[in-house]
């Protein structure tokens, strides 16, 4: 009924900057909070950054000051700016909504499919 499609991802140096979009389409009604999470190799997916309809928005401590999360209601997307990029935030980057689906009662959970960032050192 709804997907997410992240886009975005890619092998950046040490340093240097990436901007992830995830797409949100399908029989949506309304979406509160959309965020990214990340799964680094061989580890659990933790959360980077969340943003909600208001605005409002919160960020890990790894993230804060050098991620920006934004969104365009309009368009159901989701971006993650990334500048200052470490090799340890090399992982898969996961994008993630609370969605009201069109003609079913409460909110669903959903997930894309995940885009990769590699960063070099």
């Known amino acids: 009924q709804v997907q997410l499609v992240e886009s975005g991802g890619g092998l950046v140096q040490a340093g240097g900057s990436l901007r992830l979009s995830c797409a949100a389409s399908?029989?949506?009604?309304?979406?509160?909070?959309m965020g990214w999470y990340r799964q680094p190799p061989g580890k659990q997916r933790e959360l980077v950054a969340i943003?909600?309809?208001?605005?409002?928005?919160d960020y890990a401590d790894s993230a804060k000051g050098r991620f920006t999360i934004s969104r365009d209601n309009a368009k159901n997307t989701v971006y993650l700016q990334m500048n200052s990029l470490k090799p340890e935030d090399t992982a898969v980057y996961y994008c993630?909504?609370?969605?009201?689906?069109?003609?079913?009662?409460?909110?669903?959970?959903?997930w894309g499919q995940g885009t990769q960032v590699t960063v070099s050192s």
């Open positions: 993630n909504a609370d969605v009201k689906v069109g003609g079913v009662r409460g909110w669903s959970n959903y």
């Open positions: 399908g029989s949506i009604f309304s979406i509160n909070a």
């Open positions: 943003i909600f309809s208001s605005g409002s928005a």
